[in-house]
Structure formats: C-alpha cells, structure tokens
C-alpha cells in the first residue's frame, strides 16, 4: 500500500490548490454554521440543563479557516500534547472524548470551563480560529484531539465538508487531505472522527493513513471501526457512544451503562457530540463521579499502543 510519504511530491499542487480549496471550505462551513445555529436554537430551548452551558446571547459563528496556514502539528511529539493522567488506585477508569467542538464558539468556550479537565475535547478542522481555541482548551487543562472529517452514512446527501477523507478518493487524495487537517493548528494529542463512516470500515483506505510518518504519535479515537483493527498506531476504541438518541434522559441512561461497563472491565472509553445537552449531562455526570467510585481520564490513558 501506498504510504503519506509521497506527500513532498505533491507539495507543489498543494500550493496551486490552496486558494481554490479554502474557498470551498469557507462556502461549505458557512452552511454548516446555518444549520448548526437553528440546530443549537432547538437543543437549547428543549432540553433541561443546556441554558446552563452556552452563554446568553451568543450564537453558533461560521467556522473560518485561518488565511495563513500554521506550523504543521506533526512537527512537534504529538505524546507532549498529553494530559497526565492521575495514577491509578483502583477505581474504574473512564475516559471521554467529546468531538464537534470549535464550530460553536460559545459552546466550545462552556465546554472548557465548564467540563472537568479530564474530560478529552474535539476540536473540529472547519473550526473557526482553530488554534486560538485549541490553545483556550489546553490552557483549561483539557487534553485536545482534531476532529477529522470523514465520509458519513448517506454520502453524498449527508456531506463532511470538502476536506473529508471518502472511500471514493484516491490514496494520494485522502493523503492530501488528511495533510491539510493536520496542519489547522498544533498542540493536540490525536485525531477522532464521527462514528458509523464507511471510510472508518475500510482497512484498505486506512492502512496506509495509519502508517504515516505524518501521523506518527497520534492516538486515533473512534467507534469501534473494523478499518483500524491492527493499526500501527495508538487506538483508543470507544465502548459507547453516549448521545446516538440526544434526549437528558437517554443520555444519563448511556452515561449509567458506561460506568456499569468500567465496574465490569476496569475502564471504559465513551464519545460525544457536541450537542449543548450533551454537554450538560456532562457536567452533571461528572460532578458526582468521587461518591460513585469512578475515575476520570483523559482518553490518552486509556489509548492502546501497536505493541500492546
């Protein structure tokens, strides 16, 4: 299989492209930002606890990808950019990723102040000010994963964006793209993608994405996705997904199956949307964790290397 190395041959097209490919990015998240608002506007005015996380007249903004591209994230250890853990005493583990972030600012901005430190946080590509936020979220104390577009169930009606990797893409195509997410900013510790993508369940797309030298040190979070089984790199499968039905009450009810799965393994990974309700749930999960006898980490504790 083809690997990212050929990446400094396509450099130059890269450069050609930029412009074309940052306009398209802009028109597509500015959609996006539209749906998102009346989406947020519906959870916040339905669901008990969301009022509390996203602060009063502030809105969901249209993503807005930097003109001036930063220094490239894989230039650093990735491994630097980990929270430590707190050390283990016998407790069950879990850790938790919540992936969507950096698209709402004010929701992103709730979630690093209102959420445990412990608690992973995803930031989206399309983000609008990626690095700034990135930078807010780590200066909370939080651990940072990229959100890394990806193809979606219903392809093409139901779309990621333009920078999405897609099994219809040539290796180099998805090589190109994932390069481009990559170096949106600096000072995250893996990557995470939207659960259930056909993209995820194909080993033949992945492996050599996987592979990369570009990549190396990342921890790579998804929903139990068959296409990363034997990856060569750290892989922090998730037991659950907490959010799939968005009602206060399926998501305490996930929340509860996830604590029964750590009693049961020792450790659960759960992911999340970055749904206000979700963040809200969150927040009151969490604040009752001591009394229950659970310990919460950041998911690079509970990541798997490729020698384990």
Known sequence: MATLSFMKGLAPRRRRTRSVGRVAVITWAIAVAALAGSAASFLLGGHDGAHAIVAEGEGVHAPVVAEAPVEPAHAADPTEFRRTAPPEDGRPRIAIVLRGLGVSTALTAAAVEKLPADITLGLSVYGRNL?????????GGHEVFLDIPVE???FPNNDAGPKALLTSLSAAENAERLTWDLERATGYAGLVFAPGSPALDNKAMMAPLLGDEAAHGLIWTHARARGLDGAGAAIAAADLVLDTAAGPDEIDAALEQLEALARS???????ANAYPVSVGRLVAWSAGLEARGIQLVPVSALSVSPAS
């Open 152 to 154: 979606p169930l219903g």
């Open 265 to 271: 393994k020792g450790r659960a990974v759960g992911l």
């Open 131 to 139: 690095q700034k936020q990135v930078d807010a979220a780590r200066a």
